[in-house]
């Protein structure tokens, strides 16, 4: 027996937050029953699935492999229960998304806000995650649809641009750096940089732009979450290079921002379906309000 939907829904989210304290406060369930429920489910598959210590949780290597097989299997399940729960309403669903990390800190609440004031029975579940992650999701059918940049073209995956996203260099206010408002690629090389991890589409558009022009942009620090680049570079550590997007939900108030030239760099942000696949009612109203929203700003 694999496990039941409760074991496999505690796995995902230890998976996703690595850590048992708040992935139990997601669940709404206490610490203990969590650890009961993945002991139970690593008993039922005879491995061991995360890697604990006193500070950090990660996947084995067996978990890993499992990862994306349980995100689907728990879509569908989750899939069937909406439809056969909400089939007599067609104002009543949910809507799950996956969607890069500085889109759900931003667009995302002010989108699903505009959809409760309209269909207060619609609830959106939102899975942020890396570029390639929401694409992969998409493809696979485990999200209704996905949100964020076009990494490469996929037979598989319609896209459809919904704003574009400039980047920016962002330096500590006392910096001694250019005093100018405009800075070049080949200039931010010169310079510790503070990047999002590789896996990032921000990290992605910029080396494309740098091997565009030849040009090598070698991280003096890496940070999965946008809040810490901006952290380090408020400590005066480097350049930090992210997007407006990101920057419009942090502090950005002791940095100052420098446009990037010769190139601009920018990324286009667009919903993501799988091709083939009509979307139900409550994701279709909820690409609307994501398509008012961006025509308003």
């Known amino acids: 027996m694999l496990g039941d939907l409760k074991q496999l829904r505690a796995f995902l989210a230890i998976a996703r937050l690595g850590n048992f304290t708040r992935a ?19 008993t039922h598959l005879d491995t061991q699935l995360f890697d604990r210590n006193r500070r950090h949780v990660s996947l084995t290597p067996q978990g890993l492999d ?5 995100e689907h299997v728990v879509a569908a399940i989750e899939a069937l229960i909406i439809q056969a729960r909400d089939s007599s309403d067609p104002d009543r669903g949910v809507v799950t998304v996956a969607a890069v990390p500085s889109l759900a800190a931003g667009l995302l609440p002010r989108a699903i806000q505009r959809l409760k004031n309209n269909y207060p029975r619609i609830t959106v579940r939102i899975l942020d995650t890396v570029a390639a992650r929401v694409t992969d999701m998409t493809r696979n059918g485990d999200v209704d649809f996905g949100l964020g940049s076009q990494i490469k073209r996929d037979p598989e995956v319609v896209w459809e641009k919904l704003m ?9 206010l006392d910096y001694e750096w250019t005093k100018g408002d405009s ?7 010169k310079h510790p940089l503070i990047l999002p991890v590789r896996e990032s ?16 942009l070698p991280a003096a620090y890496e940070a999965v979450y946008n809040s810490t680049v901006i952290a380090l570079a408020t400590e005066g550590l480097g350049v930090a290079v992210l997007s407006e997007l990101v920057v419009c939900g942090g502090d950005t108030s002791r940095l100052r921002r420098i446009s990037i030239s010769n190139p601009v760099i920018y990324r286009h942000i667009g919903i993501l379906r799988r091709a083939g696949r009509s979307l139900s009612r409550p994701a279709e109203l909820f690409t609307e309000a994501l398509r008012q929203i961006v025509s308003e700003e």
């Open 164 to 172: 574009t996203d400039h980047f920016y260099a962002f330096i500590a």
């Open 201 to 216: 589409s921000i990290r992605m558009h910029i080396e494309a732009a740098a091997d565009k022009q030849r040009i090598t």
């Open 66 to 70: 499992l990862l994306p097989q349980v």
């Open 183 to 189: 800075v070049t690629l080949k200039e931010l090389a």
């Open 24 to 42: 139990a406060y997601e669940l709404h369930i206490s610490q203990s029953a969590l650890t009961t429920q993945i002991q139970q489910l690593e």
